[in-house]
């Protein structure tokens, strides 16, 4: 079937003597045709075997036999005209290309699904209510999402300070071993897992108020932070290193103090980027979920204070909503699903706005 | 770009110099700190595990080791069957984006496959379980008839599909983006003269990159392995949900009995865990965290020493 796209050997200019520079080369959009080809090949073999079985057709098996099938009569079309090398490239062509195509496949099923099952309870009650004294259907996450924000702001309080300051050593101030050690290190936290980071929170709580079972929010604010601040100090840290070192020299020769320069020379022109860095580190730890079931615990309940009892959380809710069903198990699935979705939504929000700030207010010197 | 070198003629120490420099050294400091503190704590609280007696322990196990070698071993076979499928899908991708896609569309390309990253582990989870598991299923018993006699494939084939494999699937696709990326920054620092040496020469876009690209980007496609190698170990919330974990050795991937991670029984178990209980899940977190951090310190290692033409940080 895709032989009917083999082209003429070498095509032949008007005047009759055939063009060298294009002698024994695939037409330019040889590909393309084999690949319809090939698709439609397949399809038609799955839509045979559809009509006879009477199942459905089955679209995923066919785009793969399709995908298989092109890539490999692309490889022997090219062989037969082209040469082997030739071959060998359009076959590594077919294949990163149907490497790309795979990787979208998971991200356009998260995104499906979870529009699709979130939906039907993503309505005011969720928005509105908490679980307090909910059994089965009903209820919402407004526990959740106030735990969330809470926890999350409160982690950001901590690491934006402590992250920029360590930028602003690493770029401005810092040198030798100390700067080394910080660099190297901050890029070995960037590797704790989650959960460890919600051990450690739960070990120094625990010692501090000397109570085996402690669940306290401020405890998750910790935990997030180990994993935030590692983030914040890597992306702060490349938009210091972007500001140009005229500004700082033309800062100095007017005999303005480093810590002043610092302050209203060189932050100001990278602020844009450092937002955008804060917030891709917030969009980051927002869908944490394991150091927060470990130190903040789960309840039914609202609750506004970080520093006792337990709190929830949007990870943590979505989660005990899926694994603790109870006799109405769809009422929890749809409440799990919603509340994944509020979450995929907060978070979506989060990275396009700190792009639009990255791109309306970034200083001329910028990458982009 | 480097911060303006200390001249020789030394400025007028001012206090807001003094107060600001002295501000920004205490934060780096407090990193080492935390890193340290996360450490000790966790030392601390795991000391009493390792002198537990066997009825301290949930199943059969006698001692601490007994307890939590199975755990090491799913946390390494998982972490390992998800690197197998993501590192060559990985370096497709960054190939894609870097030396084939055309110019203007590769920046939103590597956009998109970012956006993986931005979807929480517990979502994951989610789909894990009610979308992939259920979708794999048929296919895992067909590989169970066909190649039932490969041990790995080993019958009788799980009914639910929740098996390591289904977790290994998902955990891949968690590291792909930071793969993706790390490979991919390393592809576009590759010399253009190198390239466009090969090229002249006469090479196919594949012979320049087989030549010029891959052997240029080993240390940082390693060393980018590596770090999604630390952060498939670490990953909890999808073992957690997706399998129901059993503390058995095991190395088939298609049965309903799978070894469980240490991430994923800290989950299960600590919310119901007392008294020694939690120190016995600490002491496994601590294990994780020491092979975590072995992991990411070689990676991070192999980077440092070929930071002059890596750009893998």
Redo the contacts between chains.
């Keep these: 079937m895709s032989l009917t796209a083999t082209p003429p050997q070498a095509p032949v200019t008007q005047n009759g003597i055939s063009n060298s520079l294009t002698a024994g080369k695939l037409p330019r959009y040889a590909s393309i045709y084999v690949l319809v080809g090939a698709l439609a090949a397949s399809s038609a073999v799955f839509g045979l075997v559809a009509v006879s079985s009477g199942e459905l057709f089955n679209i995923a098996g066919a785009v793969f036999c399709g995908v298989v099938l092109y890539t490999a009569s692309i490889w022997l079309i090219s062989r037969l005209v082209e040469g082997s090398?030739?071959a060998?490239?359009r076959?590594?062509?077919a294949?990163?290309?149907?490497?790309?195509t795979?990787?979208?496949l998971?991200?356009i099923?998260?995104a499906f699904?979870?529009i699709v099952?979130g939906l039907p309870r993503f309505d005011a009650a969720f928005f509105t209510e908490s679980m307090r004294n909910v059994v089965g259907a009903g209820g919402g996450a407004l526990h959740a999402i106030m735990g969330t924000l809470l926890i999350t702001g409160m982690a950001a309080l901590i690491s934006v300070?402590?992250?920029?300051?360590?930028a602003?050593?690493?770029?401005?101030?810092?040198?030798g071993k100390?700067k080394h050690?910080?660099t190297?290190?901050?890029?070995?936290?960037?590797?704790?897992?989650?959960?460890?980071?919600g051990?450690?929170a739960?070990?120094?709580f625990?010692?501090v108020t000397d109570d085996?079972?402690v669940r306290m929010g401020f405890g998750g604010a910790v935990a997030l932070s180990?994993l935030m601040?590692?983030v914040v100090?890597?992306s702060s840290e490349e938009m210091l290193?972007?500001v140009?070192?005229d500004l700082?020299?033309a800062s100095?020769a007017l005999g303005v103090?480093?810590?002043?320069t610092?302050?209203k020379v060189v932050l100001p022109t990278s602020i844009a980027g450092i937002i955008t860095g804060i917030m891709i580190a917030v969009?980051?730890v927002?869908?944490?979920?394991?150091p927060l079931?470990?130190i903040a615990?789960?309840t039914t309940s609202m609750n506004y204070n970080l520093f006792a009892d337990r709190m929830m959380t949007l990870?943590v809710f979505?989660?005990t909503q899926?694994?603790n069903q109870g006799t109405d198990s769809q009422a929890y699935i749809d409440r799990?699903?919603a509340g994944?979705l509020t979450?995929?939504l907060i978070?979506?929000l989060l990275?396009v706005v700190a792009r639009i700030i990255a791109k309306a207010f970034s200083p001329k010197t910028g990458r982009r | 770009?480097t911060?303006?070198e200390?001249s020789t003629i030394t400025?007028k120490q001012?206090p807001?110099?003094r107060?600001?420099?002295t501000?920004?050294?205490?934060?780096?400091?407090?990193?080492?700190v935390?890193?340290a503190?996360?450490a000790i704590?966790?030392v601390?609280?795991s000391l009493p595990a390792f002198t537990a007696v066997a009825d301290d322990f949930k199943g059969d196990a006698e001692n601490f080791w007994q307890y939590v070698w199975p755990l090491v071993f799913g946390t390494i076979w998982a972490a390992a069957l998800a690197l197998i499928m993501a590192v060559?899908?990985s370096i497709?991708?960054a190939?894609?984006?870097s030396h084939?896609?055309p110019r203007r569309l590769a920046q939103g390309?590597g956009y998109?496959?970012d956006?993986?990253?931005?979807?929480?582990?517990?979502?994951?989870?989610?789909?894990g379980?009610?979308?992939l598991a259920p979708a794999v299923q048929p296919f895992y018993t067909t590989l169970t008839e066909w190649f039932g006699w490969f041990p790995l494939f080993a019958g009788p084939v799980s009914g639910t599909g929740r098996t390591i494999l289904t977790v290994a699937v998902v955990l891949a696709?968690m590291i792909?983006p930071i793969v993706?990326a790390l490979c991919r920054e390393i592809f576009l620092q590759t010399p253009v003269l190198h390239e466009e040496a090969a090229l002249a020469l006469g090479a196919?876009?594949?012979?320049m990159?087989k030549l010029a690209v891959l052997p240029f980007g080993r240390p940082g496609i390693i060393s980018a392995s590596m770090?999604g190698l630390?952060?498939a170990?670490?990953?909890?919330?999808v073992v957690a949900?997706v399998l129901s974990p059993s503390a058995i050795i095991s190395f088939a991937v298609l049965q309903s009995q799978n070894p469980t991670t240490i991430?994923a029984n800290?989950?299960l178990n600590?919310?119901e865990a007392?008294?020694i209980g939690?120190n016995i899940?600490?002491a496994t977190?601590l294990m994780?965290?020491t092979i975590?951090?072995a992991?990411?310190?070689v990676?991070?290692y192999i980077?440092?020493r070929r930071k002059e033409f890596s750009g893998a940080?």
């Design positions: 090398r030739k060998a490239d076959f590594v062509t294949l990163v290309a149907t490497a790309f795979i990787a979208l998971p991200l099923s998260v699904t979870t099952n300070p402590v992250g920029l300051l360590t602003i050593y690493l770029v401005e101030y810092g040198r100390l050690g910080i190297f290190f901050v890029d070995v936290m960037t590797g704790i897992p989650s959960i460890v980071a051990l450690f739960f070990a120094l625990a010692l085996p079972g180990v601040i590692p100090v890597r290193k972007l140009p070192n700082r020299e100095y103090p480093k810590w002043l610092i302050l969009a980051r927002i869908g944490e979920t394991a079931l470990i615990g789960f990870p979505v989660y899926y694994m799990a699903w994944a979450l995929i978070v979506a990275n | 770009m911060p303006p200390a400025a001012r807001g110099d107060i600001f420099s501000a920004t050294l205490v934060a780096g400091v407090l990193i080492l935390t890193l503190a996360v704590f966790l601390a609280q060559p899908l497709g991708i190939l894609f984006i084939y896609a390309l998109i496959i956006l993986l990253a931005a979807v929480p582990s517990v979502v994951f989870g989610l789909w379980i009610t979308v696709v792909l993706t196919t876009r594949w012979e990159i770090l630390g952060r170990l670490g990953e909890t919330m949900m991430a800290i989950a600590f919310p007392h008294d939690v899940l600490i977190g994780l965290f975590t951090l992991v990411n310190m990676a991070r980077v440092e940080n």
